[in-house]
T-cell receptor, first 114, second 110 residues
Framework: DTEVTQTPKHLVMGMTNKKSLKCEQHMGHRAMYWYKQKAKKPPELMFVYSYEKLSINESVPSRFSPECPNSSLLNLHLHALQPEDSALYLC?????????????FGNGTRLTVT | GIQVEQSPPDLILQEGANSTLRCNFSDSVNNLQWFHQNPWGQLINLFYIPSGTKQNGRLSATTVATERYSLLYISSSQTTDSGVYFCAVDRMDSSYKLIFGSGTRLLVRP
């Protein structure tokens, strides 16, 4: 069982909708991540929060908006998405706030944009 | 940037067989991790192994940082070992930014 919990597991949304993905970890990890994975490809880093502050934004379009309300929670707000944004969205966490520790992934949210 | 190459890209085994997966990287790194992604998309961290050898049940990994490669050994494979195995290295200038290889897709047949 994963210790990083993501909801929902599946999400279908239209291009005009606004939705949010949620991620929670209770391992006391200090860094949290959002990754995007397309079929048959490795995960691609989107955002990193370290000690609840946004540390890295990998030039992600503004239709994706991350939020870290506290050290255990990470959200990804979605609006005006495109069909090509359909993918598996993975949340991850690591113990070290500097990234030098194992990365633990959640089970992901499969997003379909219609 | 750092290049991470995994081989073989695809592998089919009969249950009970052993296998070795390889990960080569083109520059010095702080760390290396191996992950298994099962057919349902779940990514599990198998090893965090900057150097040396580690074992976890039927799996073991060895990283030779000075020669820029890592090996993942799977012994007595089971159908549940099927999926994609990724290695990932972190850049010296940013330990947050893992560079993933393209993966080895493993199918274990009963």
């Amino acid at each position: 069982d994963t210790e990083v919990t993501q909801t929902p597991k599946h999400l279908v949304m239209g291009m005009t909708n606004k939705k949010s993905l949620k991620c929670e970890q209770h391992m006391g990890h200090r860094a949290m991540y959002w990754y995007k994975q397309k079929a048959k490809k490795p995960p691609e880093l989107m955002f990193v929060y370290s000690y609840e502050k946004l540390s890295i934004n990998e030039s992600v379009p503004s239709r994706f908006s991350p939020e870290c309300p506290n050290s255990s929670l990470l959200n990804l707000h979605l609006h005006a998405l495109q069909p090509e944004d359909s993918a598996l969205y993975l949340c991850a966490s690591s113990q070290s706030g500097t990234g030098n520790s194992p990365l633990h992934f959640g089970n992901g949210t499969r997003l379909t944009v219609t | 940037g750092i290049q991470v190459e995994q081989s073989p890209p695809d592998l089919i085994l009969q249950e009970g067989a052993n296998s070795t997966l390889r990960c080569n990287f083109s520059d010095s790194v702080n760390n290396l991790q191996w992950f298994h992604q099962n057919p349902w998309g779940q990514l599990i961290n198998l090893f965090y192994i900057p150097s040396g050898t580690k074992q976890n049940g039927r799996l073991s990994a060895t990283t030779v940082a000075t020669e820029r490669y890592s090996l993942l050994y799977i012994s007595s494979s089971q159908t549940t070992d099927s999926g994609v195995y990724f290695c990932a290295v972190d850049r010296m200038d940013s330990s947050y930014k893992l560079i993933f290889g393209s993966g080895t897709r493993l199918l274990v047949r009963p």
